[in-house]
């Protein structure tokens, strides 16, 4: 098997006196997925940050082909190849989408200091790009960002990513405020992230997602890996309930029913707080 | 690119202040005559409007990258005081005046866009302080090198012809400034790759920051112009006047916002045009100067720049939506 693209090797990081992340040791190959799994205050963003170049770990290497890197700015993991794609897409509503496509490396036409913007140009590969991940609703680069579709603006974002020469994908919680339909949208393009070779990293709770383009779990508890295994290895239930940190719902539900059982059928009374 | 031109161009972002524009003109040719069409009164409100639009400029783009500027009413003081003061009071050669005065401008749109990138304090707040720190400053400095708050300055001709002197019908050799410089920024947001930076900054600052833009850089550079522009109308402005008074102008700080915003610029930053400005300026000086030529008493204008401000945003928001929600229609 060939060197995974990115893999980071005992990754601690304490904010001060709080230890947020301890000993993570995770791996992606070219053409995977890897889920990370976590609820809320996991440590999954800092896990990310990490990788994007944001924070620095306290210990640990990142290492990218076998060779170690540090990222001393987000602007350096993007050069190393690294995309981060976050969950409203993090491109500007009110751009269009020919010119928020290219920020930063607008396309030009003329000369000296009359070069100018070449819009035509900045358009037809924002659309063609798009497109190639199947997104055939957008055709017209002067529309703007604001007025595409959660799943479209995501599918923006991914694909720019590709175009610009991302080989490590990081998508923040994709699909979290995206209905059903255009959850699956981001899903089919996660796919074909996949499909091209990127090594990709998917962070979300929703476990059905998960499964349903992962082929690398990892479960974040407090701070640690607490699972790391392979598609098929484990059900959807085990998931979750992993990820709920040992208290299981299935638990939950047996002390429900055994309260039930002793108090006539009642369920057990709401205690606020 | 859309079938039907005209709805494209709703979407754009002068389309409120075109609209408004032509609604202004109607009202005071109905109210005041077409008296307010002939070349002398063009004069008189292209006028005023150059005076306006070649500081809302810089201040609207400022306010595309989420920023803000109230500094330029001392600024402008500040441009003509440091002429009339250089080469009037001292009798430097003229040329040494402007360079001082447009200088001074360069340092403090420095200061301004240092202290809001390093210490992340709102522009609002910084050019507030650097707005009253310059005019204290401008008037203490004027009383103490020459015990009066007026400074008078006798331009030579060159100079005269260059930035202070009527033309035909009381039109002022600024609006020949004014339409320069908005050709420049025209080219320079709006064509070439540059502008993006700025709609980029004002839209999603970390994004931009990620994307690679030296957005520090480019909200430093925007301040310059800023207060270099507010610097450089208050030169010409002495040189036409021939002399200054150390007073800021304070009603110029709301006035070019009103310019800006009715010009189609969102306040938060991420939308916006040149040419939106441009409009915006326009609209604005004639309802102050159309008010002359109706029977109203001219303590209404303001009434008529108020109402204008809240029509003027809540069209454009209209029209935002518009653009937002525009979807091509399947063939």
């Known amino acids: ?273 | 690119m859309t079938s039907m031109p005209l709805a494209s161009i709703f979407r754009r972002p002068e389309a409120g202040s075109l609209v408004g524009l032509l609604m202004v003109v109607a009202f005071f040719v109905v109210t005041g005559g077409v008296e307010f069409l002939y070349l002398s009164s063009v004069g008189s409100w292209l006028s005023r409007a150059a005076n306006l639009g070649i500081i809302a400029i810089p201040v609207g783009l400022l306010m595309i990258s989420g920023e803000l500027d109230l500094s330029v009413g001392s600024m402008i003081t500040a441009g003509s005081m440091i002429t009339a003061l250089v080469s009037g009071f001292y009798g430097l050669p003229i040329i040494v005046g402007i360079m001082a005065a447009l200088g001074f401008g360069i340092l403090v749109g420095m200061l301004n866009g240092y202290l809001v990138v390093r210490t992340h304090v709102p522009s609002f707040i910084v050019t507030l302080g650097t707005l009253f720190a310059v005019a204290g400053l401008l008037l203490g400095l004027n009383i103490v090198l020459t015990g009066t708050t007026t400074v008078t300055l006798m331009a030579p001709e060159l100079a005269k012809t260059l930035f202070g002197k009527y033309f035909g019908q009381g039109f002022q050799v600024l609006i020949i400034w004014w339409i320069v410089i908005t050709a420049a920024f025209v080219f320079f947001v709006h064509y070439s790759p540059y502008g993006n930076w700025i709609f980029a900054i004002g839209g999603d600052k970390v994004s931009a920051r990620n994307s690679g833009i030296p957005t520090e850089r480019m909200t430093i550079l925007l301040f310059v112009l800023s207060a270099v522009s507010a610097a450089f109308v208050g030169m010409s402005q002495a040189i036409l006047f021939q002399a200054v008074q150390a007073t800021p102008q304070m009603t110029l700080i709301f006035n070019t916002i009103i310019a800006v915003v009715v010009g189609g610029v969102l306040l938060t930053g991420g939308f916006g045009s040149v040419i939106g400005i441009f409009f915006g300026t326009i609209t604005f000086a004639v309802v102050t100067q159309g008010i002359y030529y109706t029977s109203f008493d001219q303590t209404w204008s303001n009434l008529i720049i108020g109402v204008l401000l809240l029509g003027a945003v809540l069209m454009n928001n209209t029209f935002r939506k518009m653009a937002l929600t525009y979807a091509p229609k399947k063939k």
Not at chain 1, 152 to 166: D, K, M, N, P, T
């Open chain 1, 1 to 273: 098997m060939t060197a995974p693209i990115i893999e980071l090797r005992n990754i601690n990081k304490s904010f001060g006196p709080i230890d947020v992340l301890h000993d993570i040791n995770i791996k992606v190959h070219a053409g995977e997925v890897l889920c990370l799994l976590g609820d809320n205050g996991a440590g999954k963003s800092t896990l990310i940050k990490i990788l994007s170049g944001v924070h620095k770990p306290s210990s640990g290497s990142i290492l990218m082909d076998d060779a170690a890197v540090a990222f001393s700015t987000p602007r350096e993991a993007t050069d190393r190849g690294i995309a981060t794609v976050h969950q409203f897409g993090g491109t500007f509503p009110l751009m269009s989408i020919g010119r928020s496509f290219f920020v930063g490396v607008e396309p030009t036409k003329g000369w000296g200091p009359f070069r100018i913007f070449d819009r035509k140009k900045a358009n037809e590969i924002a659309v063609k790009a798009v497109r190639d991940f199947g997104i055939t609703r957008i055709d017209d680069g002067d529309r703007l960002v604001g007025g595409l579709s959660g799943g479209e603006r995501q599918s923006l974002a991914i694909a720019r990513a590709v175009h610009f020469g991302a080989r490590v994908l990081i998508l923040d919680e994709p699909t979290a405020a995206l209905g059903v339909k255009q959850a699956t949208h981001v899903l089919r393009i996660v796919n074909e992230a996949k499909k091209r070779g990127l090594a990709v990293i998917f962070i979300t709770h929703q476990v059905m997602h998960a499964m349903a383009v992962g082929d690398h779990f990892a479960v974040l508890i407090r701070g640690s890996v607490a699972a790391d295994f392979r598609k098929g290895e484990k059900s959807r239930e085990e998931i979750t309930d992993l990820m709920a940190g040992g208290e299981t719902i299935a638990d939950l539900e047996k002390e429900i029913e055994n309260y039930m059982a002793s108090h006539d059928g009642h369920p057990p009374p709401v205690t606020p707080g």
